[in-house]
């Protein structure tokens, strides 16, 4: 296990400060995370699995952006906000009437919490938040279903009713960069009420322990004896929003008391290589440290690092097997044959 | 103190037998033994030297495999074996799978395909329709630190040279003589000769044209003559 508390005491040694007379812990927590994101962005090897339920479990359904501070856990934002008034409304009639005598009927019924779309015939989509880190999608699908990305515009471009159409997913569409938002197109037309995510206080925790019905269950088997046993979790895609994503690291928090944590979204055998970008970017910052020829070993450290996570990542392909254009070949005889060894003689 | 860190400390004039500023104990080779574990961690993760052997139970309608180990780290998987049908099952990818076949998440049989996830999951296609078989993964793995003097050092003995080289150089950039480490580190990536020292380089065998030389096609067509 790696802590940023063990990687901080390594870096005090090679910068040869462990009194923190020039860098500061806070400096150099802000510069392992500039590190760590460079290190994220030129290898793109952060990649995660996520199962949500449908419709997703929020703690708390908020209106106002004030109550973000007021709230823990996992929040959504109901209902609809008028800048003009700055008022929140549930119909596009209420700012209509509010002017003058207008009636713009409506589609359908609006909701709070989003489980609630799965007692009526909701009147606007439901917006799914996504993983914080959420970087980029890599493979999405519903109900075990492949689904395809596609902007709002095209689909409102070829559909009048997207807003409120239900049936069998086929496409899903990102609303806004900064809610970091999924909607799924058309909505689920039926729901299958997985009764353990209800006891669930979030759903991040889905990713439980012991529960074999919740989304991901997890078991240690007998082969795990000293080091060649294998733990393995496994992550349940039936009737569930799964995908898979690059993900940004998780940050180093200004709260000390976290720096005893793993660190856990990098693998340990990369983690000096973040630390050789952030000793580059103390031994270049502009403090009585300044020294050009360690920011510039430091800094080729790095580079050679970045070419070995590049190496490492061809290698994962070894075992792929390549061919221009046809079908495969088949490795195994088409022919039947009788096992190795028969008839015994 | 293990061969290798013997080995540095002497490399960077410091008496092993009564030592000045590297005492004998964790704290005293703190800084040394880190360096080392860093290089044998990279080296071992640039050549994919260090393989083990782990077997995967599959489990019902389970497609995706979070694998964390408790032993050494996981890299990457060279070879999957079913036990069962003993058949070997071939390297795909998320792309290629839908392109294959969209359906391929709702599929029950026997697994054929394992694809990478990260740098800690694990898909198999098709997921098994029962929990009554065994994958055997061939893994690089990268060691994980070693503690104490007798730890093991897992990792190959011509790239041990590499490994010290590479502790001394961080010994000088922690003395701030970055001319010096520049060149211990340039020694290091020469002595290592990654490529051409790779274990493997030498029992590749190479054929030009034809079909790939599978044991199984060859033994069919000398059974036909």
């Given amino acids: ?345 | 103190m293990n061969d290798l860190e013997k080995e540095t400390l002497k490399l960077i004039g410091e008496d092993t037998d009564s030592p000045d500023v590297f005492s004998d104990d964790a704290t005293g080779l703190a800084l040394i033994r880190g360096s080392i574990n860093d290089a044998i961690k990279q080296i071992c993760m640039v050549t994919g030297s260090y393989k083990k052997k782990y077997f995967l139970p599959l489990r019902e309608d389970c497609q995706f495999y979070r694998m964390n180990w408790e032993g050494d780290y996981f890299g990457y998987i060279v070879q999957a074996w079913d036990r069962l049908r003993h058949t070997k099952l071939e390297q795909t990818d998320v792309i290629k799978l839908n392109v294959e076949d969209p359906w391929w998440m709702q599929r029950n049989g026997y697994p054929e395909q394992y694809f990478h996830v990260g740098y800690q999951y694990l898909g198999i296609y098709m997921k098994p329709s029962a929990s009554d078989n065994v994958i055997e993964l061939d893994c690089v793995v990268i060691p994980k630190a070693y503690s104490s003097d007798t730890d093991p050092v897992k990792l190959r003995e011509a790239f041990r040279r590499a490994t010290v080289q590479l502790a001394v150089s961080e010994y000088y950039a922690s003395t701030g003589n970055a001319e010096r480490a520049t060149s211990w580190l340039n020694l290091s990536l020469q002595t290592a000769g990654l490529k051409t020292l790779h274990p493997e380089a030498q029992e590749q065998r190479f054929q030009f044209g034809g079909y790939r030389p599978y044991a199984t096609a060859r033994i069919n067509r000398s059974d036909n003559l």
């Fill in chain 1, 1 to 345: 296990m790696t802590t940023f508390n063990d990687s901080l005491t390594k870096m005090q040694r090679f910068l040869r400060d462990p009194n923190n007379n020039i860098w500061d812990d806070e400096q150099i927590r802000l510069y392992w995370n500039q590190a760590q994101l460079e290190i994220a962005d030129k290898i793109g090897l952060i990649e995660r699995i996520r199962a949500y339920p449908y419709p997703p479990i929020y703690v708390v359904s908020y209106m106002w952006d004030w109550e973000i501070a007021q709230t823990e856990g996992s929040i959504y934002r109901c209902l609809n906000n008028w800048p003009t008034r700055d008022m929140t409304f549930c119909y596009p009639w209420e700012p209509g009437y509010y002017l003058s005598e207008v009636s713009v009927p409506d589609d359908g019924y609006r909701f709070l919490h989003p489980w609630e779309t799965g007692y009526g015939a909701p009147g606007d989509v439901l917006r799914i938040g996504l993983h914080q880190k959420f970087h980029k999608m890599v493979f999405c699908a519903f109900d075990e279903r492949q689904i395809h990305p596609l902007a709002e515009r095209e689909i409102a471009a070829t559909d009048r009713y997207y807003k409120t159409k239900a049936g069998e997913v086929t496409n899903y569409y990102r609303p806004d960069e900064y809610g970091n938002d999924i909607v799924l197109y058309p909505r689920p037309g039926s729901i299958t009420w997985d009764e353990a995510m209800w006891l669930l206080d979030d759903a991040s925790e889905a990713f439980g322990t012991e529960s074999t019905d919740g989304i991901v269950s997890y078991q240690e088997d007998g082969f795990d004896e000293s080091d060649t046993g294998i733990i393995w979790d496994t992550v349940d895609t039936d009737e569930n929003l799964f995908m898979i994503f690059e993900a940004l690291p998780d940050e180093i928090e200004e709260d000390t008391y976290t720096w005893d944590d793993e660190i856990s979204w990098w693998p340990p055998y990369m983690i000096p290589i973040v630390e050789y970008a952030t000793l580059e970017r103390c031994y270049g910052a502009d403090t009585d440290g300044f020294i050009p020829s360690l920011r510039d070993y430091w800094e080729l450290r790095k580079k050679i690092g970045i070419e070995a996570i590049k190496q490492f990542k061809n290698k994962r392909l070894t075992d792929r097997d390549y061919q221009m254009g046809g079908t495969l070949k088949p490795v195994r005889s088409k022919h039947p044959r009788l096992p190795a060894g028969y008839p015994a003689t």
